[in-house]
């Protein structure tokens, strides 16, 4: 099984509309690790890592978002394993 880190940029109507929460929700759920946080920016960054597949499909599945969300683009580029131990939020940077 190859883990890989991947880290996103989703930009749109990402902020206050819950996408963090269901950020964490959707990388729990798929057993994935890393984090989430609000950019000052407007956009949502994260952090994911795990089994190449469940990335896959977080990253998939983080296009649409919650039911509010109006994701534009994610921009998404493979960076080192970081070796996080759960997915969790981060305060805005």
């Not at 963090?20 to 994260?46: F, I, P, Q």
């Not at 994701?71 to 997915?87: L, M, N, T």
């Amino acid at each position: 099984m190859t883990i890989l880190a991947r880290h996103l940029t989703i930009l749109g109507r990402v902020q206050g509309v819950f996408y963090r929460n269901w950020a964490v929700e959707t990388a729990r759920g798929l057993n994935l690790t890393g984090w989430v946080r609000n950019r000052m920016d407007g956009s949502v960054e994260a952090l994911v890592e795990g089994p190449r597949d469940a990335v896959e499909r977080f990253v998939l599945l983080a296009r649409q978002g919650p039911p509010a969300a109006q994701v534009a683009r994610i921009e998404a580029k493979d960076v080192a394993v970081g070796g996080h131990e759960s997915f969790q939020k981060r305060p805005t940077a």
